[in-house]
């Protein structure tokens, strides 16, 4: 079974932040799917069972901060 996992992502700005974010989240190994990445919430949702630090890094690289929603 997949594991949702949800992340509070801080710094998108426009849509070309949400597309950033969501290629990035999808290149990392273990997700199966990238649900949402919402830009007005600040959050990004997805299946798989991904490493969360790998997730972080990710968006980390594109320029964003994410961490774990509690």
Known sequence: MLKMIKLNITGMTCQHCVKAVNE?????????KVIDVDLERGEATLEG???????????????YQAVLAQ
Do not use: T
């Not at 069972?49 to 320029?63: F, K, N, Q």
């Open 24 to 32: 990035a989240l999808a290149s990392v190994p273990g997700v199966e």
């Open 49 to 63: 069972h991904p490493e969360i630090d790998r997730l972080i890094e990710a968006v980390s690289e594109e320029g």
